[in-house]
């Protein structure tokens, strides 16, 4: 996982880390509100989130599951070390 103030320096880290057949990397924007959800990418692929896709992906995130992607995977597995990408 990667911060930036940069959108394009995260969409050059997740191609550069892309796995074949690995799903989409949701991208996140923080508003003062939060992080909300902006685009997903892979393969030099970006797609813009509409508002009704990010809310699944909340409520996925929340412990339901979004459509084909299947169930979250618990907590544990999801957590990995931030690299500020402004810095590495």
Same mark, same amino acid.
């Given at each position: 996982?990667?911060?930036? $103030? &940069? *959108?394009? *320096?995260?969409? =050059?880290?997740?191609?550069?880390? &892309?796995? @074949? #057949?690995?799903?989409?990397?949701? =991208?996140? #924007?923080?508003? @003062?509100? #939060?992080?909300?959800?902006? =685009?997903? $990418? $892979?393969?030099?692929? %970006?797609?813009?989130?509409? @508002?009704?896709?990010?809310?699944?992906?909340?409520?996925?995130?929340? #412990?339901?599951?979004?459509?084909?992607?299947?169930?979250?995977?618990?907590? @544990?597995?999801? %957590?990995?070390?931030?690299?500020?990408?402004?810095? &590495?």
């Amino acid at each position: 996982m990667g911060t930036s $103030r &940069s *959108r394009k *320096r995260v969409e =050059v880290a997740i191609n550069r880390n &892309s796995q @074949p #057949g690995s799903k989409m990397n949701p =991208v996140a #924007g923080r508003t @003062p509100a #939060g992080w909300v959800l902006v =685009v997903k $990418r $892979r393969k030099a692929r %970006t797609i813009e989130m509409k @508002p009704r896709q990010v809310n699944r992906y909340i409520i996925a995130c929340a #412990g339901g599951s979004w459509g084909n992607q299947g169930q979250v995977p618990p907590a @544990p597995e999801l %957590t990995r070390p931030t690299v500020d990408l402004d810095t &590495s």
